[in-house]
């Protein structure tokens, strides 16, 4: 599915591109001492919008750690380390807590855990970054 905005009225992805397109010009502003050497981006389209623009430039390269979805892949232009979240489980999870808290609701609180896979970039990622793919 798209994701809504509360600026974009629903708009899907576009917004989010477009913050990762920004984000990438800014970094790209600063002196190069500056610029980190590694983000962790915390969403996919995001994600996408910033490392197209960082693929253009020259020679800038930082360590990338993206969250995403393990029910919607995604490739991307540079290589990451994804945090892949099973977003079926953390569903699953919600519901049998929510099930749980309405037959006995005097349970005491308590938080559950759906730990993201991290998965290295791939020979895929290097090859695709290297052909200008």
Known sequence: ?????PQSGGA???PYLAAGRVIA???????PARRPEGLIVLDD??????MAVLREADGYRPR?????HVQNPREYPLPV???????AEL???GVAVLLERLRN??????????APRLTPPDEADDVRVRAGA
Not at 25 to 31: C, I, K, N
Not at 45 to 50: N, Q, S, Y
Not at 105 to 114: A, E, N, T
Request: charged fraction near 30%; glycine fraction near 8%; charge should be positive.
């Open 91 to 93: 569903a699953q999870r």
């Open 12 to 14: 899907g992805p576009r």
């Open 1 to 5: 599915g798209t994701r809504r905005s």
């Open 25 to 31: 010009r800014d970094l790209l502003e600063q002196a």
């Open 45 to 50: 389209f995001v994600a996408a919008g910033l």
């Open 105 to 114: 609701p005097g349970l005491p609180d308590r938080l559950d855990r759906v």
């Open 81 to 87: 380390f994804r945090f892949e979240l099973d977003i």
């Open 64 to 68: 990338m750690v993206v969250l995403t």
